[in-house]
């Protein structure tokens, strides 16, 4: 491996983990505004970043759940996806990369990221659908705003995956050649 | 698999050990067990000559093609 790869990769461990713990803030702060929120309503004027979701509370305590639970799905699973990037990252190993290991990674994380575009799609739907929706939806779009690009990454994703698999099964065809 | 690898056989008949087989080869002992124990999923000329030369035999005394 050339000091130039290894130089990237200890690059890249270091800014998945800096996305990692960016997103575990937020995904927690997401999760403690809600059981804030659960006890005490006044709360939701001023949830995670100055996000006001009281008129939306207001109007439809089902529609607020509603809405919330996507937020928060999704915040955590962008979580998970780079706990799980990470794990590939510090256990890759360039000079044989060839194993069932990373090749069930890269397809755990082209999973989660068509999970993530979906999911993120369908919150952006149920917004736009909500009735009266004289809601302030733009601060919501910070959530999803992206869901395209997720589920075209998912497809690039999947298509390495595909291809990582048939190179893990000529890798173990190579090792049993003797 | 049908092709069945004789090898176990061909060195009973020379009276040669695995490691005896393994130096003259020069293949490592687990490689050789792969090829004995018929995990192996291809073999090498260079690796099959080795073998033919070291047991004084031929490829077919080796290899064998039982059909399923």
């Known amino acids: 491996m050339s000091k130039k790869n290894n130089l990237l ?16 803030i937020e995904a927690g702060g997401l999760i403690v505004n809600f059981i ?12 995670y970043q100055k996000l006001d979701l009281s008129e939306l509370y207001n109007r439809s305590n089902w529609d607020f759940f509603r809405i919330y639970s996507f937020i928060l799905i999704i915040s955590m699973m962008k979580a998970y996806l780079f706990y799980i990037v990470i794990r590939l990252l510090s256990k890759l190993n360039l000079e044989k990369p060839f ?29 736009k659908s909500l009735p009266n929706s004289g ?17 075209l990454m998912a497809a690039v994703i999947y298509v390495i995956a595909t291809i990582f698999a048939k190179g893990v099964e000529l890798q173990n065809e190579n090792d049993l050649t003797v | ?7 176990d056989v061909m060195m009973a008949k020379r ?21 004995k124990t018929g995990k192996a999923k291809a073999i090498r000329f ?15 005394d080796i290899l064998e093609y039982v059909p399923e």
Not at chain 1, 9 to 24: M, T
Not at chain 1, 36 to 47: D, G, M, T, V, W
Not at chain 1, 104 to 122: A, H
């Open chain 1, 9 to 24: 990769f200890k690059g890249l461990i270091i800014i998945a983990w800096i996305i990692f713990i960016g997103l575990c």
């Open chain 1, 36 to 47: 804030f929120s659960l006890y005490n309503p006044e709360f939701i004027q001023n949830l």
């Open chain 1, 99 to 127: 194993n069932s290991f990373v090749s069930k990674q890269i397809t755990r994380i082209s999973y989660y990221t068509f999970s993530i575009g979906l999911l993120s799609f369908l919150a952006r739907q149920t917004v």
């Open chain 1, 135 to 151: 809601y302030e939806i733009d601060q919501l779009n910070q959530f999803w705003a992206d869901s395209q690009a997720y589920i």
């Open chain 2, 1 to 7: 698999m049908p092709i069945i690898v004789n090898l």
């Open chain 2, 15 to 35: 009276k040669m050990s695995l490691n005896e087989l393994s130096e003259k080869v020069e293949l490592t002992l687990s490689n050789l067990s792969i090829l």
């Open chain 2, 46 to 60: 260079s690796t099959l000559e080795a073998v033919c030369k070291a047991l004084d035999c031929q490829p077919g």
